[in-house]
């Protein structure tokens, strides 16, 4: 079965292309936007041959002067764990986007061709288990860099993000009970069907509370503003205070990667994945692309959410975030996995 | 003495505010308000069709700088309908000025009238700090700050000093050509 690893490393190596590409242009997104909200114009400078295409190559222009600035390593930094917290960081995020289903099976040339790189039956376990591996390069670089700001952001960040996974897996459940597995592409199967004969069986009509919680707790759990913490600029520079170079990029790359991994598996657990509304066979080249350009298209609207959200909130205090975590976001969590069951068990799933 | 007192209601957090959802949707709904407006509005000019610019920003050197009617810019010496500078040399803006960037001589006008007139009026915009109190002090309204020009810049500190002919237009500023770098910080750069 050569053709098939071949097959699964040529769509890994595609989805992880993805990911590197909306992240650079996240970073196009997140200016212009925020620009454009704030009645300003935004980075517009950069040109090539006098071509300026309203800021594009911003980001090509970045990760020139990161990769060309100097990496520097503070005296009294662990020098390993330095190196090694930015690979972690943006590795773990990078293989959970491997596990997001782009697209179900299409039949092409005689045989079936799935469109999700890692096919598995835990599918969701494995994107949680990755996000919270991802944990550790935050952590490891605010410990590693012998900084007391590195320090405390990392603690900032251990803190938040270890109590949103919690939430982000407890509103998970309910979802997962919902639709009775944890297999990602069967999950996006069964939102197949409709309701009432008009309305597309998507998470979030059935799951409108989830959705709330799981946005919020995404948010979170991406580390950027509202819940920035971790980095909060204007306090503690944060876990990447003693990061230069690419390495920095690495880590600025990342939180682009895991605003996509959230955004996917809103899309994916919520939106109705690869599913276009009201069209219920989808198969043969132009089915894959359909599903291909369905399941991108949401992601980058879940995106441009957050995007919004971002620009739109003023950081939340430290403990404000615990609190909104633990004592708010978690009992609702726990309410919506229970009235999720009683719902289950009342009206038998479907 | 009556004391006023003001009592400032505390904005009321009811279960509303302090839900938070709504008025994160409020916050939303005006920055979402502000990216579409002004997206259209990008979109419109250009397209041609609309007026109204989608930002606020002003693209400084490619746009020119937007002054105040009242800005204090570069200054100019001021002519009598005859052509003649208006400065009688009296020293009252040499001695306001609080940089001690001006430097007057005077000499004996051929008008008796006037007495006496400026040999030489020398101002060094590189120490001026553009307080304005010169055309203040001036009792014949010969200097005005009003040439529109704040792009005042030039290689060396000598280049900086305006004479009587430049602040009053009859000769053109012509800056000395830009001194090969020197890198030894001793050698100055050749005039």
Same mark, same amino acid.
Do not use: Y
């Given at each position: 079965m050569t053709a098939d690893?071949? =097959? !699964? #490393?040529? @769509?890994? #190596? /595609? #989805?992880?292309a993805f990911g590197m590409n909306i992240a650079g242009l996240l970073g196009w997104v997140e200016r212009k936007q925020s620009a454009v909200m704030q009645d300003r114009i935004g980075a517009n400078r950069a040109s090539i041959f006098g071509l300026r295409l309203i800021g594009l190559f911003h980001p090509i222009a970045d990760a020139l002067k990161m990769m060309t600035k100097e990496d520097f390593v503070p005296k009294n930094a662990n020098r390993l764990l330095h190196a090694a917290a930015p690979m972690i960081a943006l590795g773990f995020g990078l293989l959970c986007l491997a596990a997001l289903p782009f697209g179900g099976t299409v039949t092409v040339a005689g045989r079936l061709w799935s469109l999700q790189p890692i096919e598995s039956s835990v599918g969701l /376990?494995?994107?949680? #288990?990755? &996000?919270?591996? $991802?944990?550790? $390069?935050?952590v490891m670089a605010g410990y590693a860099s012998g900084s007391n700001y590195g320090l405390l952001g990392g603690l900032r960040g251990a803190a938040q993000m270890i109590s949103y996974e919690v939430c982000l897996a407890s509103t998970l459940a309910a979802a997962a009970f919902l639709y009775g597995t944890l297999d990602l592409q069967q999950m996006v199967r069964w939102q197949g069907h409709s309701l009432g004969g008009w309305l597309p069986a998507w998470g979030i009509f059935l799951q409108p509370l989830g959705f709330v919680l799981f946005l919020t707790a995404g948010a979170a759990e991406t580390k950027r503003a509202p819940f920035d913490v971790p980095e909060g600029e204007s306090e503690i520079v944060g876990y990447h205070v003693e990061y230069s170079g690419m390495k920095f990029g690495m880590f600025l790359i990342s939180d682009f990667i895991e605003s996509i991994v959230i955004a996917g598996l809103i899309a994916t657990i919520y939106l109705g994945g690869w599913q276009v509304p009201w069209v219920t066979t989808l198969d043969g080249i132009s089915g894959g692309i359909l599903m291909l350009?369905? =399941? !991108?298209? @949401?992601? &980058? &609207?879940? /995106? =441009? /959410?957050?995007?919004?959200?971002?620009? !739109?909130?003023?950081?939340?205090? =430290?403990?404000q975030v615990l609190d909104l975590g633990w004592k708010n976001i978690l009992p609702l969590a726990l309410f919506n996995f229970l009235a999720t069951v009683w719902a289950v068990y009342l009206w038998g799933g479907r | 003495m009556a004391t006023r007192i003001a009592t400032v209601q505390r904005p009321k957090r009811d279960l509303e505010v302090q839900i938070y959802l709504w008025e994160v949707w409020k916050g939303l709904g005006v920055t979402f308000r502000h990216l579409f407006v002004n997206m259209g509005r990008h979109v419109l000019r250009s397209l041609g069709l609309g007026r109204v610019p989608g930002a606020v920003t002003i693209q400084y050197p490619?746009?020119? *700088?937007?002054?105040?009617?009242? *800005?204090?810019?570069?200054h100019r010496l001021l002519k009598r309908a005859d052509g003649s500078p208006r400065c009688t040399a009296c020293l009252l803006c040499e001695t306001i000025c609080p940089a001690k960037c001006i430097r007057i001589t005077a000499e004996d006008s051929p008008d008796v009238m006037v007495e006496k007139r400026a040999k030489t009026f020398d101002i060094d915009i590189g120490m001026c700090v553009f307080c304005g109190y010169c055309v203040e002090a001036c009792p014949v309204d010969a200097i005005h700050m009003d040439s529109n020009e704040v792009e005042i810049c030039s290689y060396t500190r000598?280049?900086?000093?305006?004479?009587?002919?430049?602040?009053?237009?009859?000769?053109?500023?012509t800056p000395s050509a830009h001194p090969a770098p020197t890198h030894a910080a001793s050698a100055p750069p050749k005039p």
């Open positions: 690893r071949i =097959f !699964t #490393a040529v @769509k890994v #190596a /595609l #989805a992880l /376990l494995f994107v949680l #288990a990755m &996000l919270s591996l $991802g944990v550790h $390069g935050v350009i369905s =399941f !991108t298209v @949401k992601v &980058l &609207l879940v /995106l =441009f /959410l957050l995007m919004q959200i971002r620009w !739109t909130l003023p950081r939340f205090r =430290f403990d | 490619e746009d020119p *700088a937007m002054l105040g009617r009242r *800005a204090r810019t570069r000598k280049d900086m000093i305006w004479n009587i002919q430049e602040l009053l237009g009859d000769k053109k500023k």
